[in-house]
């Protein structure tokens, strides 16, 4: 099982960036997918989640209105679309993925098997 994330740079304020994390070795569609990021002296944070069953997308508040989670099951693919980024986003930002997640879990990163080997994005004027 592979997560190969992707798609990380160094950004102005108010830029854009879209990560990717191509999957491999697993069955894509029976997995729920999510983002995380982590930032230097802080605890891994949930940013967004998409289901198996490619309902609506969940993300944390702080993200909501700028980011855009997607799947893409004929590329085995999740995206994140980020827009209006702030100094605050800079992290390392991981994916991860998990075949038995159940809704209250969905934010917690223990409750992933499966994780890519993240991807820096930096916000920096």
């Known amino acids: 099982v592979q997560l190969q994330a992707s798609g990380g740079g160094l950004v102005q304020p108010g830029d854009s960036l879209r990560l990717s994390c191509v999957v491999s070795?697993?069955?894509?569609?029976?997995?729920?997918m999510a983002w995380f990021r982590q930032a230097p002296g802080k605890e891994r944070e949930f940013v967004a989640a998409?289901?198996?069953?490619?309902?609506?997308?969940i993300y944390t508040n702080s993200v909501k209105g700028r980011f855009t989670m997607s799947r893409d099951r004929s590329k085995n693919m999740v995206t994140l679309q980020m827009n209006s980024l702030k100094p605050e986003d800079t992290a390392v930002y991981y994916c991860?993925?998990?075949?038995?997640?159940?809704?209250?879990?969905?934010?917690?990163?223990?409750?992933?098997?499966?994780w890519g080997q993240g991807t820096q994005v930096t916000v920096s004027s």
């Open positions: 998409i289901r198996k069953t490619n309902s609506n997308p």
């Open positions: 070795g697993m069955p894509f569609s029976r997995y729920d």
């Open positions: 991860a993925a998990d075949s038995s997640l159940i809704l209250s879990s969905i934010s917690n990163p223990t409750a992933y098997d499966y």
